[in-house]
């Protein structure tokens, strides 16, 4: 082996990664959440995880500030474009504003996108000593929650949902159908050959949405004897 050869073979020592800016940023978000997963949030270290994505510790605190930053950028990163979505489907008022459909599908691509968010939530946000709760609370069901709510109530008032409707037990209800099908992925994935990606996640996204809407949908009055 040439000296050249031998030389690239040697692990590249922490520094910049090569590939600029936004390839340090994205190799210390992917080795963070990487680490976050197999150790905790309060296990992991700002030096391992530089040393993981192959930088130094000072390349998080000028990227993220410090750890805490790192996890709230890893999350944002996953989440934003459903909190845009959700938000802006609250705030439509009229009649042909998305509705439930487009709900279901922006919480499921995000999941099926993001494979990891339902396993770190459940370490991080909804064990009994979650550490990120708050964060989350703050930073993501804070700001979606309301949101679906306000879908809800909207076609409630449009007549297109059963008056008695309960739009909070709604919401839980329907975040449930949502999230829980790629929580039980470890066991529904080889026990029922379930892989919600492609065509398949198309056609789930739909059959969910028609199996809330269908428990929810507004009753028809039928005379009776």
Not at 130 to 155: C, H, K, N
Request: proline fraction near 6%; charge should be neutral.
């Amino acid at each position: 082996v040439s000296a050249s050869g031998a030389a690239k073979e040697k692990p590249r020592r922490p520094g910049r990664p090569t590939g600029g800016d936004a390839a340090v940023r994205q190799a210390l978000l992917e080795r963070a959440r990487e680490l976050f997963l197999q150790h905790g949030f309060g296990n992991v270290s700002t030096r391992k995880i530089a040393a993981a994505a192959g930088t130094t510790p000072a390349m998080i605190h000028y990227y993220f500030g410090d750890k805490l930053g790192l996890y709230q950028a890893m999350i944002e990163s996953a989440v934003q474009p459903l909190i845009d979505s959700v938000q802006r489907l609250g705030e439509a008022a009229n009649d042909e504003a998305p509705g439930l459909e487009s709900v279901v599908g922006a919480y499921m691509r995000m999941v099926a996108a993001n494979p990891w968010f339902p396993a770190l939530i459940i370490q991080e946000v909804l064990a009994q000593n979650g550490r990120m709760r708050g964060e989350f609370i703050e930073r993501f069901a804070g700001r979606t929650a309301p949101a679906l709510v306000a879908v809800l109530r909207r076609e409630r008032e449009q007549g297109k949902l059963r008056v008695d409707l309960d739009p909070r037990f709604a919401a839980v209800s329907l975040l449930s159908l949502c999230v829980f099908p790629f929580v039980s992925l470890p066991i529904t994935g080889p026990v029922l050959g379930f892989r919600p990606e492609g065509d398949e996640l198309d056609r789930f996204i739909s059959h969910t949405a028609q199996l809330f809407r269908e428990g929810v949908a507004a009753r028809t009055e039928t005379g009776h004897d």
